[in-house]
């Protein structure tokens, strides 16, 4: 096994130095932010928090997908540390908690939603916990947030076929266009799942360029960069309650917190 103490002189010279370098841009993975003890996919907000202040005074900037895309359209200058800050399944409590801390610190975030799923519970993760309505989202969206994809009903894109992948994308767009709620054609695929094989792979993303999908994020653990090296598969990282001072700001550097 490794010693944790080169891990740890690593992790901090590159939490010192990395970060100024130029075209790095993290993409945080965000779900439940909560006052409530941290899990898997729970954040408390109080870390929340803290995690935001230690952004703000690392002088980091948020940028959505919009940004991003009018940066890769004409040159649009992005900040000089960008970080984009992104929440899957848009639990009903997104917007007292974790928008209103990024708007107090600001920042903002894109969320990626379930469309199908809207009004409903977390059905796919046990249920139980409500998600938010369309209503919600309107008014998130108007406050700031940026809205985009995470499927219809949260299936695995990597056990379905090129023709379901199609229909579910097609729902999707049509959920959001029938309501005229503001979005972004940027897609968080479920679980990170999406066609690992050749030729499905590519076909897929033909696919994601056919329904002008702009970008689509993975889950990589790696710090994607302001110009990737393929737009259908950015690295997210995902963080978590443990994610708190010199932790959090390693994983900023090296979008993992384990060699
Ligand atoms: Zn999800």
């Known amino acids: 096994m490794l010693s944790l103490l080169p891990i740890l002189i690593l992790g901090l ?39 935001l202040k230690q952004l703000a005074e690392a002088g980091y900037e948020s940028i959505s997908f919009a940004d991003l895309a009018a940066f890769h359209r004409d040159g649009t200058r992005l900040p000089r540390r960008p970080v984009l800050l992104s929440f899957d399944d848009a639990y009903a409590d997104f917007e007292p908690h974790a928008a209103t801390a990024m708007r107090e610190h600001g920042f903002h ?25 369309w209503e919600d989202l309107r008014t998130t969206a108007e406050r700031g947030t940026e809205l985009a994809l995470h499927s219809f009903d ?38 990170g799942g999406f066609p690992r094989t050749e030729p499905d ?23 994607e960069r302001t110009t990737p090296r393929d737009r259908y598969e950015l690295r997210r990282v995902g963080i978590d309650a443990a994610d708190r001072g010199l932790r959090f700001r390693v994983k900023l550097a090296l979008g993992r917190t384990r060699l």
């Not at 010279?13 to 932010?33: D, E, F, N, Q, T």
């Not at 006052?35 to 995690?51: I, K, S």
């Not at 792979?201 to 710090?223: C, N, P, T, V």
């Open 13 to 51: 010279a590159s939490a010192m130095l990395l970060p100024w370098s130029r075209g790095r841009l993290p993409i945080l993975m965000y779900h439940k932010v909560r006052p409530a003890p941290g899990d898997g996919l729970t954040v408390p907000l109080e870390v929340f928090r803290e995690q």
């Open 201 to 223: 792979r590519s076909r897929m993303k033909q696919l994601l360029r056919e329904l002008d999908i702009e970008y689509a994020a993975r889950i990589g653990y790696r710090i």
């Open 154 to 191: 949260h299936r695995n894109y990597r056990d379905m076929d090129l023709d379901e992948i199609r229909e579910d994308l097609e729902r999707c767009i049509a959920a959001f266009d029938d309501r005229s709620i503001p979005y972004r054609k940027v897609l968080a695929y479920p679980y």
């Open 109 to 133: 975030g894109t969320l990626f939603v379930p469309a199908g799923c809207v009004g409903k519970e977390n059905t796919w993760d046990g249920g139980g916990e409500p998600l938010m309505d």
